[in-house]
Structure formats: C-alpha cells, structure tokens
C-alpha cells in the first residue's frame, strides 16, 4: 500500500530555497509511488498566533477548538504515514508560521494517568531545513532537538533530517544538484 506523505512548507519566499527543496523532495516520493500532499502554511488562516493553552481539547477532544485553517490541518495529522517540514531556519528556529502548527500539535496529546498518549506515535515526522548558516551556527541543532522531544514525548518513530546550510542566496539550492539529488532520495526513502 502507498504511504501518504504530507509536506508542509514554510517559507514565506514562494520560490525560495525551501520551495526548490520541498519539490524535489516529493518528486523523491512520488517516483517511489507515495501519495503526496503539499500545505503552504504561510497561506493558511489562522484566529490566533499558536496554542492558548486553553486546554479545550482535553481531556479527551484531540482537536484543538480553536476554528481555523490550522485546526483543520493539525487534525488531519493522524491520516498520514509521514509529516515532512520543509523549512528555513530563521533567527535559530522554525518560522513563525510552521510554530503555529506545531504549537496547536498539543491539542493532539491525550493525558490519562500521568501518561502521554497521541495518535501522532505511529506518524514519521521527518524535517528537511535550510540556513543561512551551518549546522552549527544557524540553530539547526535546536530545531533537531525539538523534534527529538516532541518523538520522545509521543514514544514515536525517530525523526529524519535532511539539511543544506549556506543557502543565504535565494538560488543555492536550485544551483546545487549534489543535493538536488541527496533531496530526492530522502524523498524516496519516505516513501518506500
């Protein structure tokens, strides 16, 4: 059975080294015959900057109350194999747009018992960033880190990385086919 793979972009340069990076990705992918969908979520509405940390959606919701295209696309989550953010570091972090989203992931986590229980364990997060600087110097370490949290808190899947640093020109990563093509097999094994 194919995968169902979401990639989420979050870039709000359309046509940037993100987006470039995002394409071969699910070119990567689909040749290896997942089911693909791309979200933009700087083109998402949203009512409210993240998580108000109203608890509405517990105890037992698992969906965040707050109504908004980022609720629609937190709850869908759980109907896919694999959720990959394709992102640019910026000022050592996610954007703001993809922190929105994971912020609201929170509506996701069920607490019973002082356990943690999500529909998200059996879901691959992967995360495929660019950075005006290096791995050491851009924040790429700190975005790894929330994600190794974020797999430990849910007891899921180990998360995949894929990054290019150096990118502070809009065409780095179109100009770049070594990793053109290290993105599209990342691609592939998401899919397979």
Not at 2 to 24: E, M, Q
Not at 33 to 53: Q, R, Y
Not at 72 to 91: G, R
Request: hydrophobic share 40%; glycine share 8%; net charge negative.
């Amino acid at each position: 059975m194919a995968k169902k793979i979401l990639v989420i972009t979050a870039s709000p340069r359309s046509n940037g080294n993100s987006a470039v990076l995002a394409s071969h990705i699910v070119k990567g992918a689909e040749a290896s015959g997942a089911n693909m969908e791309v979200v933009d979520v700087t083109e998402l509405e949203h009512k409210v900057a993240g998580c108000m940390a109203c608890d509405g959606c517990h105890p037992d919701k698992l969906r965040c109350v707050q109504e908004d295209d980022i609720t629609d696309l937190v709850a869908d989550f759980p109907n896919y194999d694999t959720i990959v953010l394709v992102t640019p570091v910026y000022f050592f972090g996610f954007p703001a747009q993809l922190k929105i989203v994971i912020d609201r992931l929170y509506s996701l986590l069920l607490h019973e018992s002082g356990m943690i229980f999500s529909p998200l364990k059996r879901i691959k997060f992967a995360v495929a960033a660019v950075a005006g600087g290096n791995e050491e110097d851009s924040g790429w370490e700190l975005i790894k880190k929330q994600m190794k949290y974020l797999q430990e808190l849910i007891d899921g899947l180990p998360p995949k990385f894929l990054f290019r640093g150096n990118c502070a020109r809009r065409d780095t990563v179109a100009g770049d086919a070594g990793f053109l093509k290290e993105a599209e097999e990342f691609g592939s094994s998401l899919g397979r």
